[in-house]
């Protein structure tokens, strides 16, 4: 097994890479680019996500437990009490 402690790796690149039951502990992710990336099974704990967007993205059988802050999710914003709408949103919820 590789192992990676301490070390700075900005700029890195990683392509058609396996990181398999990798465990990342206090990792700096900033300003990282992913692409068709496989995360099924993953677990994420202790994680910020400020200012990031996320497309193309499907959510299946995710959950979600911790402070969601001005997210949007297809056209619709969380906020700490209730989904809001834009104009143009035609789900059902109220």
Do not use: C, Y
Request: charge should be positive; charged fraction near 25%.
């Amino acid at each position: 097994m590789t192992g990676f402690r301490e070390q700075d790796l900005t700029e890195a690149g990683f392509d058609r890479v396996s990181l398999r039951r990798a465990t990342f502990t206090q990792v700096s992710l900033d300003d990282a680019r992913m692409r068709a990336v496989d995360f099924i099974g993953v677990q994420v704990r202790g994680a910020l996500f400020h200012q990031r967007r996320i497309r193309g993205v499907e959510l299946v059988d995710v959950e979600i437990s911790g402070d969601l802050k001005n997210v949007v999710a297809n056209a619709r914003r969380w906020s700490a009490t209730s989904w809001s709408h834009s104009p143009t949103s035609n789900s059902p919820l109220r």
